[in-house]
């Protein structure tokens, strides 16, 4: 990638990712190959903010976990929420760490994109 379409990709994608690895990914895409380039800019990536919300309504169902793709720890908080309502320590605690989570996600997403 070329300067200006980094600087683009972290003005609209750079709210995904925690601040202190914005200049890592900068390096990282201007090494890309142009193969790459085309994964990365097609890569859907959740709103941290957005999943915050969804937690927060419906975080003891787990499907804040569903939306960042860990579906068996969605499912567990769903079971434990229904079986014997543990879920909603778990939903909690969650309401707390899922914006973390969420750019550890996107962060993941990123990199399997660039091949890696």
Same mark, same amino acid.
């Given at each position: ?5 980094? !600087? ?9 990712? #925690? ?5 890592? =990914?900068? !390096? ?5 190959? %142009? !193969? ?11 709103? %941290? ?9 419906? *975080?003891?169902?787990?499907? #804040?976990?569903?939306? =960042? *793709?860990? =579906? *068996? @720890?969605?499912?567990? @908080? ?6 014997? *309502? ?17 750019? @550890? ?10 091949? #890696?």
């Amino acid at each position: 990638m070329n300067a200006n379409q980094i !600087e683009m990709f972290m003005k609209q994608k750079g709210k995904y990712f #925690d601040k202190k690895q914005h200049k890592a =990914i900068s !390096e990282r895409l201007e090494r890309l190959t %142009p !193969e790459h380039d085309a994964a990365v800019l097609a890569t859907k990536f959740v709103n %941290p903010t957005m999943n915050e919300y969804v937690s927060i309504f419906f *975080g003891e169902f787990g499907v #804040d976990r569903f939306l =960042i *793709g860990q =579906i *068996g @720890k969605g499912i567990g @908080k769903l079971l434990l929420t229904a079986c014997c *309502g543990i879920g909603l320590i778990w939903w909690a605690i969650d309401m707390f760490v899922i914006n973390g989570a969420t750019k @550890k996600a996107n962060l993941e997403k990123l990199y399997k994109a660039m091949g #890696d």
